[in-house]
Nanobody, 120 residues
Framework: QVQLVESGGGLVQAGGSLRLSCAAS????????MGWYRQAPGKQRDLVAL???????NYADSVKGRFTISRGNAKNTVDLQMNSLKPEDTAVYYC??????????????WGQGTQVTVSS
C-alpha cells in the first residue's frame, strides 16, 4: 500500500505565495518521478510541474518563473513553491508519484487533492 498525503493549500490574494507539500509512505522500493497536477472546475487535470529521480524538472508554460518544484533528500517528498499567484491558478492541486513497491511494478499514485484559491 502506498499513500500520498498533501498539505499546504488555502486561500491567498493575487500576488501572494503558497507552498504545497506531499509525502509518500508505505511499502516503497523506489520513487521515480513526482509531480503536481491541477484541475479547475469543468476542466481537465493538467500537469503543473514534474521532477525526476535525477532532479530534472519540467513546468507548464503558465507557471514558469513563478512556481518551483523540489524533492526532499529522502526522495519520497515533493514540494511546490508557488509565488506571484494569479486567480487563474485557482484549482484543486494533486500530488502524483510514480512508485515501485516491494510487491508491484512501477505505477502512478495520486494524493487526495488540496484546494488552492487565489482571490483577485
Amino acid at each position: 500500500q502506498v499513500q500520498l498525503v498533501e498539505s499546504g493549500g488555502g486561500l491567498v490574494q493575487a500576488g501572494g505565495s503558497l507552498r504545497l507539500s506531499c509525502a509518500a509512505s508505505g511499502s516503497i522500493f523506489r520513487t521515480n518521478a513526482m509531480g503536481w497536477y491541477r484541475q479547475a472546475p469543468g476542466k481537465q487535470r493538467d500537469l503543473v510541474a514534474l521532477i525526476t529521480s535525477g532532479d530534472s524538472t519540467n513546468y507548464a508554460d503558465s507557471v514558469k518563473g513563478r512556481f518551483t518544484i523540489s524533492r526532499g533528500n529522502a526522495k519520497n517528498t515533493v514540494d511546490l513553491q508557488m509565488n506571484s499567484l494569479k486567480p487563474e491558478d485557482t484549482a484543486v492541486y494533486y500530488c502524483n508519484a510514480n512508485i515501485r513497491t516491494y510487491y508491484d511494478r512501477s505505477r502512478d499514485y495520486w494524493g487526495q487533492g488540496t484546494q488552492v484559491t487565489v482571490s483577485s
